[in-house]
């Protein structure tokens, strides 16, 4: 699985979009990034994924750059609900073979929203 | 949305006992997972299943040991805790089917502190 580098820590003022950077510029083609959030104390949630085009749910858009080595989890109004470790994670599709197919969390990004 | 359960939420044992950490899902989903993380680091996956009857260890060596006898639980069990077991350990799960395209769902995990 490629590696993926994110901020330790970020702060953002309520109210406002939670922009959160992900660089994963070893990615493969077949490879999904993932976010993933744990609010403390919590099992990690998922938020949303995406190969190569754009996504947005009820929860958060994400954008995943032209030649795929960066991404960004856009929170568009960030409440203090939303403060959480947020983790990019990239996991290669159409696994085959032996080995487990959990995904790989690093240490994320620690968000912050400010009142 | 996956509905998962694990119990107990916090488990407080003294060294040298025996014990079974619970997890279930109402899912039917195949896959199923325990990951352990120590406050403020990484997840760890110690052990995975992909049906009944079928367990594999993880990234990370374990001294635990799991079983699948049913598709709903997967619980896991430490013959002899140690002080070095304190942790929280987190179940998920996802579908069997297109795994590369279905996100994992988390428990909020049981706390252990082994005294």
Same mark, same amino acid.
């Given at each position: ?9 970020m702060d ?7 922009? !959160? /950077? ?9 490879? *999904? ?7 403390? #104390?919590? &099992? ?30 856009? !929170? /568009?109004?960030?409440t203090l ?5 947020? *983790? ?7 696994? #085959?073979? &032996? ?17 | ?115």
């Amino acid at each position: 699985d490629a590696k993926t580098t994110q901020p330790t820590s970020m702060d953002c003022a309520e109210g406002r979009a939670a922009n !959160l /950077p992900c660089n994963h510029s070893t990615i493969s083609g077949n490879e *999904y990034v993932y976010w993933y959030r744990q609010i403390h #104390s919590q &099992g990690p949630q998922y938020i949303i994924h995406g190969l190569k085009n754009n996504e947005t749910n009820e929860m958060a858009s994400l954008i995943i750059t032209e030649d795929r080595k960066s991404s960004t989890l856009i !929170l /568009p109004h960030a409440t203090l609900r939303d403060t959480a470790v947020y *983790y990019c994670i990239v996991r290669a599709y159409m696994y #085959s073979g &032996g080995g487990a197919d959990g995904l790989t969390f690093g240490k994320g990004t620690h968000l912050i929203i400010q009142p | 949305e996956a509905d998962i359960y694990q119990t107990p939420r916090y488990l407080v044992i003294g060294t040298g006992k025996k014990i079974t950490l619970e997890c279930s899902q109402t899912m039917g989903h195949d896959k199923m997972y325990w990951y352990q993380q120590d406050p403020g680091m990484e997840l760890h996956l110690i052990h995975y299943s992909y049906g009944v009857n079928s367990t594999e260890k993880g990234d990370l060596s374990s001294e635990s040991t799991v079983s699948r006898i049913r598709t709903e639980h997967f619980p896991l069990t430490l013959e002899s805790a140690r002080p070095s077991h304190t942790s929280q350990y987190l179940c998920a799960t996802r579908t069997g089917a297109s795994s590369y395209n279905s996100p994992l769902h988390f428990g909020n995990g049981t706390r252990l502190t082994v005294t």
